[in-house]
């Protein structure tokens, strides 16, 4: 059945275009460019002067450009005489100018000079503008560029590869009142003689570096600056009048610095680091080595209006782009096929940082249900992909910015640090980023480096995790010999269908660790399974201790526990003796395996009830986020309120411990529990809930009694999704006067929870209007998607009514695969399936054509789950509505 199905994908699947990386023949030693952008006209005009090398005779260079005209180019070789360029041939399919020379340009060192002008696009890519109010709601504009992973040629003619590293000189022309920024601190400043209302902004040379991490900013900003212990500035740039929103990131930052510093043991290599908030933002964020750009949610805290998780998730972006400045920037992936080591590692690193800054956050746990569950739910698709891609075309780039770089990535890197051991981890990385600075690497220089520094056979354990695509499930079973416990263990591939039956099966090379009830949190026993199956001899184990594998949930692979294994670890999750990570990794391992039809959703409702006393915010949150998922998919039958009244029943207890306000004492994780609960309650209808958020919401309205940040989303969703046009009239309203980010999208991710029609219509139309930024739009639409089985509908329609304007509007670009897979996840019939893939296959979107399979195999495999399981689901419920059983 599986490669019937794979035949038919490979069919579907367009062929990958050629592609030829730039020839060697001249290389660049250092960019000297000026650019004078026009914020009225949107274009600018750029001169480049580059030092190059010719390694051997040409009359031709072959460079990279996109969307640029070039004016005039020539050809200056060392102590010789200046040749014009006789022609410039553009492949623009493979965005390269070719520029010929009259005459054989000989080998040594020479400078090419070009004058070229671009547009100031407004696809969030390349040198763009983007719109922003002045404090007085003036639309104005700022430059601003985002070059990863192949834009910097939309901004100036180069080699832009990551492999082809130069210095750079970068000066700017810009209007005398703006704020001009790039990599490097400025050495020079001074009226521009053409036009008295310039300048000509100079800055110090760069470090010798990759295309992809050099940026600039002209705009007006405000700024709070401060200086790490090891001498570093920094500085966070704000809008206008708000530069004390910027206050949080720079305590993050400044702490970070010599965290990292200490950690990697090597200095931060810049005098200066520039942290700033581009209003018009595709991605979360951009880590230019110098200038690290923002979107305003992932930058910006304000202490009265920025809830708990929104500061949480300010402190992991800075820590993320702050990694980066060692393990990307100073040392660079070869070619985008290594782009996964880049994201996965900072991925996992800024967890390591924020935990070291926040200890109160126990952001490791929360590691587990944000970022390691989400890559196993990807991962066990057919249609998933090997951490490692073999990139060719750089268009292909954008499809592997996905929770597989990233999310498992970082997964497989805890693994190995938890494999290797802190003290090794450390001294690898440290020789690796030493041996390697100022230039490129590859994953396997990182393995050599590790496995030089733990005498451990690195190399050949990650191969079978970066290689080969998918994860083993473990299954476990034990037997008590006298006072021993026996463990057998064998391992399989994990499919999100099922069992996997074919011929042929990967295996891997599973780092597990065991422990028992006698100390729950520490391994008694670690064992490298390199087979198929194993069995361990765990000594003095008595029969009435239970036995766990995979403690702390490190190891990336799934679990399947005999019956008499699995009931003698359920007392642990209520009398809380598993400690939280644990209880999360069994729940959401169960949850998976009835998925996949291995076990009957049933037993997870019954796991599910046996959290009742369950006080961990992130166990809380991960079981929230499943009982979404089934509350989704049984949307699809007529006995959705069933499922509501489960989700009632669960969450009611920990909702009145809890209340409504904080009380003394409490902290960041009991804030994070009472959003999550409260909004939980009040979408599924709890009558008291209802209430309080009605009565608080007219409060919060009238200006009576403002809601704290932290029950904005919980009240918002609840009134919304028992509301009416009035209620979402008031919405609107509060987002339009809304003078912060994070509120307009914490309005807009709640919006599709409306249930009528005609206003679900009126949330997709507002989705594409002026009101919400182009980046947010995709939020909307998602959240009417996720609102309702109606909305699901409506929002699917819409994308496609709409297709044009939306894949226009995201070109290439992450964001159209969020789209997709937003707007069609939750459908659960074939039928739609085959609607969904006929689209895609008449409506090209090349940068999401995984993303389209993995949506289509999901909503498959949600059709054969509803078919499998909804009787039994069914008489569960009402069962437990029913008289006692005696």
């Known amino acids: 059945r599986r490669s019937i199905l794979l035949l038919l994908l490979l069919a579907t699947m367009p062929e990958r275009r050629p592609f030829v990386r730039l020839p060697t023949d001249v290389f660049p030693v250092n960019y000297g460019l000026c650019l004078k952008p026009d914020l009225i006209d949107f274009t600018f005009e750029g001169k480049l002067e580059a030092a190059v090398e010719v390694t051997q005779p040409t009359n031709q260079i072959v460079m990279n450009c996109a969307d640029i005209d070039i004016i005039t180019a020539s050809f200056v070789p060392e102590g010789g005489e200046e040749v014009n360029a006789t022609g410039f041939n553009y492949q623009n399919e493979d965005e390269k100018v070719t520029l010929s020379f009259p005459s054989t340009l000989q080998k040594g060192s020479a400078i090419l000079k070009i004058d070229f002008v671009g547009e100031l696009n407004d696809k969030m890519k390349g040198f763009y503008r983007s719109k922003y109010a002045s404090p007085s709601g003036e639309v104005r504009y700022a430059a601003v560029t985002q070059f990863e992973a192949t834009d910097a040629r939309r901004a100036f003619p180069c080699w832009d590869e990551p492999a082809i590293k130069a210095t750079f000189d970068i000066t700017l022309i810009v209007p005398k009142e703006r ?24 800055f110090a040379t760069t470090p010798i570096m990759s295309t992809y991490l050099v940026a600039f900013v002209i705009g007006e900003y405000d700024f709070v600056e401060g200086q790490s212990s090891d001498g570093v500035l920094v500085r966070v740039y704000t809008p206008l009048g708000k530069a004390e929103q910027g206050k949080f990131a720079l305590e993050v930052a400044i702490k970070t610095l010599p965290f990292y510093k200490d950690y990697f043991n090597v200095p931060y290599p810049l005098p200066k680091i520039d942290l700033i908030a581009i209003a018009d933002f595709a991605a979360g964020a951009m880590e230019n080595w110098g200038l690290v750009t923002y979107r305003e949610t992932a930058l910006l805290i304000d202490p009265k209006n920025s809830c708990s998780s929104s500061r949480q998730w300010v402190a992991l972006v800075v820590g993320h782009e702050l990694a980066h400045q060692w393990f990307g920037n100073l040392v660079t992936m070869e070619w985008w096929t290594h782009l996964w080591l880049n994201e996965g590692f ?26 390691y569950t989400r890559a196993l739910e990807l991962d066990a698709l057919d249609n998933s992909h090997p951490i490692e891609v073999n990139v060719g075309h750089p268009s292909e780039v954008d499809e592997i910015f996905d929770a597989i770089s990233y999310s498992k990535g970082a997964s497989v890197i805890r693994m190995l640090h938890d494999y290797i051991g802190d003290q090794d981890f450390r001294k690898g990385m440290n020789a690796y980023l030493l041996k390697f600075q100022h230039k490129n690497a590859s994953t396997e220089d990182l393995w050599d480096c590790l496995g030089q520094a733990s005498g451990k056979p690195i190399a050949e354990v990650m191969s079978s995790w970066t290689q080969q695509m998918g994860f083993p499930i473990i299954v476990v079973d034990q037997e008590q010999v006298r006072d021993d416990r026996i463990i057998k263990l064998s391992q399989k591939k994990f499919c999100a269908s ?38 361990i001899t765990l000594n003095n184990v008595r029969p009435d201790q239970w036995v766990k594998i995979n403690p702390g949930t490190v190891g990336f692979y799934r679990l399947q526990y005999s019956t008499s294994m699995l009931e003698s670890l359920l007392p642990g999750v209520r009398d809380l003796s598993l400690p939280p990570v644990d209880r999360l990794g069994l729940q959401n391992d169960l949850f998976s395996l009835s998925r996949a039809g291995m076990i009957s959703t049933v037993d997870v409702l019954r796991l599910m ?13 991960d079981l929230s986020c499943n009982l979404g998922v089934l509350s989704s998919l049984l ?8 499922i509501q009244e489960f989700i009632r029943d669960l969450f009611t207890p920990v909702g009145l411990s809890l209340g409504w306000d904080s009380k003394p004492g409490e902290g960041h994780l009991e804030a994070l529990l009472r959003g999550l609960v409260l909004g939980k309650l009040g979408k599924a209808g709890h009558k008291a809930t209802l209430e309080e958020a009605r009565l608080r919401f007219k409060e919060h309205v009238e200006g009576r009694q403002v809601l704290s940040a932290d029950l904005r989303s919980p009240v918002y969703l609840t009134v919304l999704k028992h509301g009416d046009s009035a209620t979402l009239d008031t919405m609107l309203k509060l987002h339009k006067q809304a003078d912060m980010q994070e509120e307009k999208n914490r309005i807009e991710r709640v919006l599709g929870a409306i249930s009528a029609p005609d206003l679900i219509q009126k949330v997709l139309i507002f989705a594409l209007s002026d009101d919400v930024r182009p980046q947010d739009t995709v939020s909307v639409i998602g959240g009417v998607a996720e609102g309702s089985k109606q909305g699901r509908k409506a929002a699917w329609k819409f994308v496609k009514d709409n297709w044009e304007e939306l894949h226009n509007r995201y070109q290439g670009g992450f964001l159209i695969s969020r789209l997709i897979k937003l707007s069609v996840d939750g459908f659960a019939n074939e039928k739609m399936a085959a609607e969904v893939k006929s689209f895609f296959e008449s409506h090209q979107a090349p940068a999401a054509e995984r993303t389209v399979q993995q949506c289509c195999e999901n909503i498959l495999l949600n059709a054969a789950w509803l078919k499998r399981d909804t009787d039994d689901i069914h008489q569960y419920l009402l069962q437990r509505k029913g008289p006692p059983t005696v």
């Open 179 to 202: 704020v001009a920024l790039s990599n490097m601190n400025v050495i020079d400043r001074k009226p521009y003689p053409e036009d008295a209302g310039l300048v000509e902004v100079k």
């Open 346 to 371: 900072a991925s996992w690193i800024e967890y390591l940082c924020v935990d070291h800054c926040f200890p109160e956050y126990d952001i490791w746990t929360q590691f587990v249900s944000a970022d």
């Open 498 to 535: 099922g069992p996997h039956t074919a011929e042929e099966c990967p295996s891997w090379m599973v780092p597990v660790s065991i422990c028992t009830s006698d100390d729950p949190s520490h391994a008694c026993h670690k064992v490298l399974l390199d087979g198929t199956d194993a069995t």
């Open 609 to 621: 009830e046996a959290f009742i006393n369950e006080p961990n915010y992130t166990v809380w949150s």
């Open 635 to 642: 949307s699809n039958t007529d006995f959705h309120e069933e």
